[in-house]
């Protein structure tokens, strides 16, 4: 790994954490796709943006700790800790495949996530069904393993219910936290040595990810909301867009 992509991948970190610190999501949704045209493999770029959103999320945990619904978060635990290994084992399976192929995967993923969030409108009740649940948590673990998009399915799963914003946002954040060990025990497991030193680079770039999601925060405060995060989709768009033609153009 050369000093030059090093630096890339801190520049990428960066912006991908004030985004999320300014619309509350899409952090390794635009991280992923970058990381990989940037050379990285699929394995490289989950296990670079793995050790921030670690400790983003133990940081937001420990803020927001009074606020969380712990019983709803160990039931989600337990069915994403079911999807992850098989998601794993589909990462293994996606990373023999051509790295342009992989470009085109990302990019279909990407635009599948922002129809859900586009179209399906969530109204808010007091307990979602059991069948849900299941679907919920068991696909965002799946898709946590094979490509590190799973906060999706949980978002749409917790803004169903009637909750504040503040309990919504330490939900997940405890979700993700208690996640992110077993993401990172397997990725080891599964790569070996290969990995080491992408998990010291994203453990390096950690202030990094953080002071850009406090920028994030700041400039989310200062902007309207609802413009910003219609920018932020149309952004997403054009990044799959790219991910699936680009391959076409040489």
């Known amino acids: 790994m050369t000093l030059s992509i090093i630096l890339l991948i801190g520049i990428i970190l960066f912006i991908c954490s004030t985004i999320q610190g300014a619309v509350g999501f899409a952090f390794n949704i635009f991280a992923i796709p970058l990381l990989i045209w940037s050379g990285l493999s699929l394995p490289q770029a989950i296990t670079v943006t793995s050790i921030p959103i670690f400790m983003q999320s133990l940081t937001s945990t420990y803020k927001l700790r009074e606020h969380i619904k712990w019983k709803e ?99 997940l954040s405890a979700l993700f936290f208690i996640a992110s060990p077993f993401l990172l025990m397997l990725l080891y497991y599964n790569f070996g040595k290969e990995l080491i030193d992408y998990f010291i680079v994203g453990f390096s770039f950690t202030p990094v990810v953080v002071l850009g999601t406090l920028l994030g925060v700041r400039l989310g405060n200062l902007l309207d909301h609802k413009k910003l995060k219609k920018i932020v989709m149309t952004l997403l768009v054009m990044t799959s867009f790219v991910s699936i033609v680009s391959p076409y153009f040489k």
């Open 73 to 171: 978060v160990a039931i989600g635990s337990i069915f994403r800790y079911v999807g992850l290994p098989l998601g794993i084992y589909i990462l293994t399976f996606l990373n023999s495949f051509d790295k342009n192929d992989i470009k085109q995967i990302v990019g279909v993923v990407i635009l599948l996530i922002v129809g859900l969030q586009t179209l399906f409108k969530v109204k808010p009740k007091e307990k979602v069904g059991v069948f849900w649940t299941i679907v919920a948590f068991l696909s965002s673990g799946i898709f946590l393993g094979m490509i590190s998009m799973g906060g999706p399915p949980v978002i749409l799963w917790a803004m169903a219910h009637r909750w504040s914003a503040l309990e919504i946002r330490a939900f």
